[in-house]
């Protein structure tokens, strides 16, 4: 392997240009050159790459966001997309991929190596969390001390007025950053699609927390729950089975993906990094570079796309015992 491209694809995740700069350095450390794709897989079947040198990453590991710009490609979903992207790799003489991103931009990797046996893998970027073959994915340790930011502040308010909010927050179809920030932020109930609270046990949850003495409220929702209903609906369901409450939404949306990294997820980053290019430089490939039990670990790409990542179920019961 003399080149290896690096690109970004789907949503993207604080942390993600860290990653970036640890493949790009990891590069130059073995000598071997790399290029950057913009927009991943629709820069790459527009043959957009540029040379990234070590020093051309420089100043990146503290910016959120990802600097080659990211894109959840339709066209890459085509076998002409496709056989576009690799006439433009094998003119530009790359021998190998490192893709940065989630569970989407990892089938379109497994894809492509099935059909032309171009050496791919993968480092989990995306702050849901919800990738199996590691604790952690890129973005999700910022994303939560960024809602739980939010939340202390709603807390504030909320407090003032006596009033019960409905705060929902990102995760697709994972509760994961949902059940983190509900026991981190200290929420009174947090509703994960993982686990069907109902509607009855809300209520007699909010009830009982009245009667506790409680006078403020938080419940966290995650935008995937199962309840049926969204954030302003269950606020009109409670205000219409419960006078005690006043109620507000926030639906903290987008900006729960941008932020300047933690210092957790620059260094997750610049670890992926490293293993993700000397993996390819051993001569492995369709593997995801994760993190098991602290030590970083490869999971095969096709396991990573598949298996599920499951819900601390300890973490669940710990929010149960808070919320008392
Ligand atoms: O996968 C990351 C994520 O932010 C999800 O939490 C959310 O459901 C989705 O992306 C939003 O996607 P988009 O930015 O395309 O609206």
């Known amino acids: ?65 990802t600097f080659l710009k990211s894109a959840r490609s339709k066209a890459f979903m085509t076998k002409e997309g496709r056989k576009k992207a690799y006439d433009n790799l094998v003119a530009e003489q790359v021998d190998a991929l490192v893709v940065i991103g989630g569970d989407g931009s990892f089938t379109g990797a497994l894809v492509f190596n099935e059909e032309f046996g171009f050496p791919v893998m993968g480092i989990p970027g995306t702050i849901d969390n919800d990738i199996y073959g590691t604790s952690h994915t890129l973005g999700y340790d910022t994303a939560l001390n960024t809602v739980v930011d939010c939340i202390d502040k709603i807390r504030d308010t909320a407090s003032s007025h006596n009033r019960l909010f409905f705060v929902e927050v990102m995760g697709r179809d994972a509760g994961h950053i949902a059940l983190n920030v509900g026991v981190g932020a200290g929420a009174e109930e947090i509703l994960i699609p993982e686990e069907d609270l109902g509607l009855d046990r809300l209520l007699e949850s909010l009830r009982r927390s009245k009667q506790s003495g409680k006078s403020s409220s ?24 419960m006078s005690e ?39 492995k490939s369709n593997y995801m570079v994760g993190l098991i039990k602290d030590e970083i670990a490869l999971t095969p790409l096709e396991q990573a796309v598949k298996g599920k990542s499951e819900i601390d179920q300890e973490l669940i019961r710990v929010s149960d015992i808070m919320t008392t």
């Open 218 to 241: 938080i419940v966290v929702v995650a935008e995937g729950d199962k309840t049926g209903k969204n954030v302003f609906e269950l606020k009109d369901y409670v205000e219409q089975n």
């Open 1 to 65: 392997i003399k080149k290896i491209a690096v690109f970004t694809s789907g949503g993207d995740s604080p942390g993600m240009n860290a990653a970036i700069r640890s493949v790009v350095r990891t590069c130059a450390f073995h000598n071997i050159e790399c290029v950057g794709i913009y927009r991943g897989y629709e820069g790459m079947i527009e043959g957009d790459f540029k040379p990234l040198t070590a020093r051309s990453v420089k100043d990146i590991i503290n910016k959120g966001g």
């Open 245 to 283: 409450y006043e109620v507000r939404v926030s639906v903290l949306g987008h900006m729960q993906r941008g932020g300047s990294p933690s210092c957790f997820d620059r260094v997750l980053a610049s670890r992926m990094g490293v293993t993700a290019v000397e993996s390819l430089l051993e001569g």
